[in-house]
Structure formats: structure tokens, C-alpha cells
């Protein structure tokens, strides 16, 4: 006749699972009673033992529900900074009303009559542990097998189930030792220098954008960066931009997961910010002969160009862990993208709500971010606060806007938002200085830097960010400075007059813009 069957406790939010002592094939559970009954005796006769396995143990560990329930009694006296002793136990047990449960004050003197001290205590609790995950993972396949062999399960579903409870199990018995702090020491200075010998004496990688990057010294490795604005003030356009400065101009691989627009939308995005040609012309393929030439020569820049796009509906943040994983381990990308943080899912985790969900999101990006140690960057929603209220300072987003969880603010290290003064229709600030064209990305939280406001240009056209002393105009436009003065175009150089005159040469004099050339394979 088997054992009876093991009782697990639960928390507010975890079902009771039942464990039977021997499975179909006759195996009995992982388990070491006499290891546990070790444990809680040294628990009993010595007052240092708890702080060496606490990070290890909790009632749930021990197999035998007996135990558990001593356990449970000397952890709560330890966190009331009691002592700890045979006696003490019983009447702790006692007024939680489980003694007898527990075996009985005969059952805790057994127990405590059989050790005489603590040696080997750490060993035995390590084993008590294994003991325990091994019986999760039995637990988890059985629940695998079972939802496999119901054909009402969507696979998939059951996959993202299945892979959030792993990823549970993995983070839950994640033990990481202390370290000395000398080789955290020759790791800093190493950055140190590295940083050294950078231009600008940047640490972390550039955004592309001179003074943001002299605010951060870069988006550092482990920090998880949050840029956030209401619709249509161009979140997707400045992670565009970025995109270009880092991968296209620099070569530094990059990630970007697109919850909102496909492959073929995002390049074509891109291609506009690169090849400063308009969306409408791009779509439609009207396009005079000079721009057929602009696109031919500056599309070469894509090509080869270190950049994964992965346009994945409803993202869970388990299937980003598993894909971000690969793109560093193989592609060695060092920066990861998400457009936008609320399309993501928590699918196979335990959450109650929208607010929970997005809390868990948040978490979970944080945490992706330290074990790549790359910058993790997501965009994220504004609620409509910003809307209601009035005015062009009013306008301005502040970090109580973030949209459905405060938990957002907490996880990140950075938290960014873009705000645009034209789109409310303030045409000129309260000094009168013309605001038509210009952007501020405010960095409202830098857990380890400085705050402040960034003046930058945006081309809605191009779909493109520029620092606001960029001097170089584009296409029909007239530059204007921090002062709401305007800057006069710089001369042009020969070789930029001669490639004018070229182009200029190719379009017939009856029409200006020239038809559209024979169709034919474009070149993306």
C-alpha cells in the first residue's frame, strides 16, 4: 500500500497541488526524510543555523507536511527574533493551532533528541531543495501530459503555459552566491577604461543624439529604458532613428520586436528615414527619376546592415526571453527594442488583472536586461491625463502618466518621454521663440545620472529625429535654432554642386519632376 499522499501548502494565488508518493510506474517521489528531520533538529539546537538556509528552505521544500509545519513555526519565530529551541516550537505550533497536525510535541522531541548539533547543515538543506525541484518538474510534466492528451488545448497556448511555469521554476530556485567585491573591482575599471578610450568618453552604447548621449553617457548594459508619449507624437519614429544612428551608422547589431506594424511596414519606415523620401511617394512608387537614383544610392547602406526585426502578434514576454537569448548568443546583438511594452502578453503567468500583467511585463524586461547585460529599450503608452489639461506646460508628460501600471516607473532605470508643443497647436512658447518642428525628449528618471530636457527636430515626412543644431537642412526646409532663429544653409561643396547639375541634367525641361521610370525589380 503506497504513502499517504503529500500535501502542499499554497499561496493566495497557487493551487493545491496533490503529489502522489508513487507514480504509475512505480517510482517513488524525490524526497529525505531523514535529511529534513536533520535540518530541523540543528534548526533547534542552534541559534545560527537558520541564517545559513534560509535563502534556501521554505515550508513548501519539506516533504513530509510534519515538517513543513515546523519549519513554518521556526521561520516565524526567527522573523520575530525569537529564540529557537524545542520548547519554544511546540508552543509557537500551539498558538498557530497545528501541533497536532505536526506530529505532536512527542513528534518535535523525536525529532530534536536525535541531533546534537549543525554539521553538514548547509549540504543537508541543499538536498532538501533538489529534493523538492525534482518533484516540481514531476508535477510539471504530468501537467504537460495530461493537457497534451485533451484535444480541446490549443498547443500553443499550452506551449506559452508551459514555458512561463518553467521560466517560474527556473527564477524561483535561482540561487546566486555573494561575491567579493575584487573582481567587481577589475570589472569597473576594465569599463573604465574602455570608456577611456571612446570618443567622448562614452560608456554605454550612443543613441545617436549628442546630448542625450551626454546626459547618459549612452543606454548602459542591464538597464531597462522606458520612452514614453501619447499616439502620433513619434515613439515608433525615434526608435527608427535610433535604429539607423546605431546599427546603419555605427554597425552596432540591434533587435527590434514590432507588436504594432509587420516586417514589410517597419523597413519601409526605414527606408524613408534612410533614403529621406517621402512615405506617401515611397507606398505609391511615384517617384521622379532623381529620387529613383537617391533610393538606389542610399538603400546600399541597409543592405548587410546588423538589424533583426521580429513582428510577432501579442509577444509574450517568455517568447521574447527565448528569442533575445538566441539573437545575442548568435547574431552578438547588444541592444533590444520593443514597439510597444502594452501589446505584450504574460501569458502562463499567475496575474489578476491588466495592472498586474503589465507589472509582471515590466519585471520580466528588467530582468531580461541584466541576465544579456545589454540596454533593453520598450516604448510605452501615456495615459489620457496629459489630454485634460490645459496650457503648454500642461501638456508636458510627467511620470504619474504612465499608462496602467506605476510598476513601470519603479523597474526602470530610465524613463524618457517625447513630447511635441506643435501637436497641441502651440505654434510658439511663452518667450516666442517658434516651436514649429521641434521636439523635447524629457529623461524624467535616471536612477544612476541627471534629468533634464533635450531639444531635438522632428521630420513626421521622413519619419526621422535629429539633434536641434543639426545644420545640415533637408529637402525644402528652413532650420531653425534653440532660439526660434533661423540658421542659414551651409555652402554648397563642389562635389555636392556637381551631383546637383547631374541630376538636374536628367529631368526634361517640360516636366520637372519627370515621369516615373519603366517598371521593373526594385531594389527592396
Not at 529534513?36 to 545560527?48: K, N, S, W
Not at 513548501?60 to 521556526?74: K, M, P, S, W
Not at 506617401?280 to 527619376?289: D, N, W
Not at 526646409?477 to 542659414?488: A, H, Y
Request: with cysteine; hydrophobic share 40%.
Amino acid at each position: 500500500m503506497s504513502e499517504p499522499t503529500s500535501k502542499r501548502r499554497s499561496t493566495s494565488r497557487t493551487k493545491v497541488i496533490e503529489v502522489p508518493s508513487v507514480d504509475s510506474y512505480g517510482h517513488k517521489q524525490p524526497q529525505n526524510l531523514e535529511m529534513e528531520t536533520a535540518v530541523l533538529g540543528a534548526l533547534m539546537v542552534d541559534q545560527d543555523a537558520f541564517s545559513q538556509v534560509s535563502d534556501l528552505l521554505r515550508p513548501e521544500t519539506f516533504y513530509d507536511h510534519r515538517n513543513q509545519l515546523i519549519f513554518q513555526a521556526v521561520q516565524s519565530l526567527n522573523l520575530d527574533q525569537k529564540p529557537v529551541d524545542i520548547m519554544t516550537v511546540i508552543d509557537r505550533l500551539e498558538s498557530l493551532g497545528t501541533l497536532e497536525e505536526a506530529g505532536g510535541a512527542t513528534y518535535v522531541m523525536q525529532i530534536n533528541s536525535q541531533i546534537s548539533g549543525s554539521a553538514h547543515l548547509e549540504y543537508h538543506a541543499k538536498v532538501i531543495a533538489q529534493k523538492f525541484l525534482a518533484r516540481q518538474l514531476i508535477t510539471l510534466s504530468s501537467f504537460i501530459q495530461t493537457q497534451a492528451f485533451d484535444t480541446t488545448i490549443d498547443v500553443a497556448d499550452l506551449m506559452q503555459e508551459v514555458e512561463g511555469r518553467l521560466f517560474s521554476l527556473s527564477q524561483n530556485n535561482l540561487q546566486k552566491a555573494y561575491t567579493q567585491i575584487n573582481p567587481i573591482i577589475a570589472e569597473v575599471y576594465e569599463s573604465l577604461r574602455k570608456a577611456a578610450s571612446m570618443e567622448g568618453g562614452m560608456s554605454g552604447l550612443p543613441s545617436g543624439f549628442e546630448k542625450l548621449d551626454k546626459m547618459t553617457n549612452g543606454w548602459q548594459n542591464s538597464d531597462l529604458i522606458i520612452i514614453a508619449a501619447r499616439p502620433a507624437m513619434g515613439k515608433t519614429a525615434f526608435v527608427i532613428s535610433m535604429v539607423r544612428n546605431m546599427a546603419v551608422d555605427r554597425k552596432l547589431p540591434v533587435a527590434l520586436f514590432s507588436l504594432e506594424m509587420s516586417n514589410q511596414q517597419l523597413v519601409q519606415r526605414l527606408i524613408v528615414n534612410v533614403c529621406e523620401i517621402e512615405g506617401e511617394k515611397l507606398r505609391s512608387g511615384q517617384l521622379a527619376p532623381y529620387e529613383w537614383t537617391q533610393l538606389d544610392s542610399r538603400l546600399r547602406l541597409l543592405e548587410d546592415a546588423p538589424i533583426y526585426v521580429d513582428d510577432t502578434q501579442q509577444l509574450s514576454v517568455f517568447e521574447l526571453r527565448t528569442k533575445a537569448r538566441r539573437m545575442v548568443r548568435e547574431q552578438g546583438v547588444r541592444c533590444i527594442m520593443i514597439d510597444y511594452l502594452q501589446l505584450m502578453t504574460a501569458s502562463g503567468m499567475n496575474v489578476n488583472s491588466r495592472q498586474e500583467e503589465v507589472a509582471a511585463i515590466s519585471r520580466s524586461l528588467k530582468a531580461l536586461a541584466k541576465e544579456l547585460n545589454i540596454p533593453v529599450i520598450a516604448l510605452s503608452q501615456l495615459n489620457r491625463g496629459v489630454e485634460g489639461r490645459e496650457g503648454l506646460e500642461g501638456k508636458r508628460p510627467v511620470l504619474s502618466d504612465l499608462r496602467e501600471s506605476g510598476s513601470i516607473e519603479q523597474d526602470a532605470d530610465i524613463v524618457c518621454f517625447i513630447h511635441r508643443p506643435e501637436y497641441y497647436g502651440f505654434k510658439k512658447d511663452d518667450h516666442g521663440n517658434d516651436l514649429t518642428g521641434l521636439a523635447e525628449f524629457i529623461v524624467a528618471k535616471h536612477r544612476n545620472g541627471q534629468v533634464g530636457d533635450i531639444r531635438l527636430r522632428f521630420k513626421s515626412r521622413f519619419a526621422r529625429f535629429l539633434d536641434a543644431d543639426n545644420r545640415v537642412p533637408l529637402p525644402g526646409e528652413s532650420l531653425v535654432s534653440d532660439n526660434g532663429g533661423q540658421f542659414s544653409s551651409p555652402p554648397m561643396t563642389d562635389e555636392e554642386r556637381q551631383q546637383t547639375e547631374q541630376l538636374a541634367a536628367q529631368l526634361p525641361v517640360s516636366d520637372p519632376l519627370g515621369p516615373a521610370p519603366e517598371p521593373g525589380p526594385t531594389p527592396f
